[in-house]
C-alpha cells in the first residue's frame, strides 16, 4: 500500500507541473490576434483607407491654396507632410502586395478579386484607380482613371488651379520620358505616373541654377539661349520661387 500511495503521489506531481493545453484558453486567442494583425491583407485594407483620405486632403489643400501666387507656408508644409505620407503609403502597399504574391500566388489572386468586388459596395467608396501626374513647381495630383476621358480633360482642373494651359505643357512618362499626347484615352496610358513639364518654370530654371525641381524635363524644341533670353524678358515678372 506505501509503494502504491508513493506511486500516485509521484505521478500528481509530474501531472502538476504540466500545464494544460486548451484551444479555447487565453494564450491560443492572443496567437490568433496576433495573426490577423500581422496579415498582409488586413494591413493592406488600413492602408487603402488612408490612402483615400489622404488624397482627399491633398485636393482639398490644391482646390483651396494651389492658385496662389504665393500660397501661405501652413498650406506648403501640409502639402508637402501629406504628399511624403501619400507616398510612403504607397510603397508600404507595394511591398505588402509584393510578400503576399511571393508567400501565396492563390491567395493573392483571391484577395485581388476580392478587392475589385469592393468597388461596387457603395457609391461612395474611392475609385481604386489612379494616375498620378507631378506637376512643375514640385506638385503632384492624382486624377481617376475612366474610360473616355482624354488626359487633357482629366488634368485641366489642376493644370487651371495653377494658372497652366495644356498648350503650355508637355507630359512625359515616369521613367523613359516618351512623350504622352494630350487628346489619348487616360485608360490607354501604360503607367502609373506621369510627369508634366512647364516652358514657364525651364527658364525660371535656368534663372535660377540652384533651385530644386527633379521633376523638370526640357523639351526639345526649347533650347538654351530661348530659355536665357525668355528669363532676362521675364525677370520684373517673375514670382519668387516658393
Not at 90 to 98: D, F, N, S, V, W
Request: some cysteine; glycine content about 2%; charged content about 25%.
Amino acid at each position: 500500500m506505501a509503494v502504491t500511495r508513493e506511486k500516485e503521489n509521484c505521478s500528481r506531481k509530474i501531472n502538476g507541473n504540466i500545464p494544460a493545453l486548451s484551444l479555447n484558453s487565453d494564450n491560443m486567442s492572443t496567437s490568433t490576434d496576433s495573426d490577423d494583425v500581422a496579415d498582409p491583407t488586413y494591413e493592406i485594407r488600413n492602408i487603402q483607407s488612408i490612402i483615400n483620405v489622404t488624397r482627399e486632403n491633398i485636393d482639398a489643400l490644391n482646390a483651396k491654396f494651389a492658385g496662389f501666387q504665393h500660397p501661405p507656408s501652413l498650406y506648403l508644409s501640409e502639402y508637402q507632410e501629406l504628399t511624403s505620407k501619400l507616398h510612403n503609403l504607397e510603397l508600404r502597399e507595394r511591398t505588402l502586395r509584393e510578400l503576399l504574391q511571393c508567400e501565396s500566388p492563390d491567395r493573392s489572386e483571391e484577395y485581388s478579386l476580392q478587392d475589385d468586388s469592393k468597388k461596387f459596395d457603395t457609391l461612395t467608396r474611392q475609385p481604386k484607380v489612379f494616375l498620378r501626374a507631378h506637376l512643375p513647381n514640385q506638385q503632384r495630383t492624382s486624377v481617376q482613371v475612366k474610360e473616355g476621358v482624354t488626359l487633357r480633360d482629366a488634368l485641366s482642373k489642376a493644370l487651371k488651379l495653377r494658372n497652366l494651359t495644356c498648350e503650355m505643357c508637355e507630359v512625359v512618362r515616369t521613367g523613359n520620358d516618351l512623350v504622352i499626347p494630350w487628346d489619348i484615352d487616360i485608360t490607354m496610358i501604360d503607367a502609373e505616373e506621369v510627369r508634366m513639364t512647364d516652358t514657364y518654370y525651364a527658364a525660371l530654371l535656368a534663372q535660377n541654377p540652384e533651385t530644386q525641381a527633379g521633376i523638370l524635363h526640357f523639351p526639345p524644341h526649347f533650347g538654351y539661349h530661348h530659355m536665357i533670353s525668355r528669363s532676362d524678358q521675364s525677370k520684373s515678372v517673375l514670382p519668387s520661387s516658393i
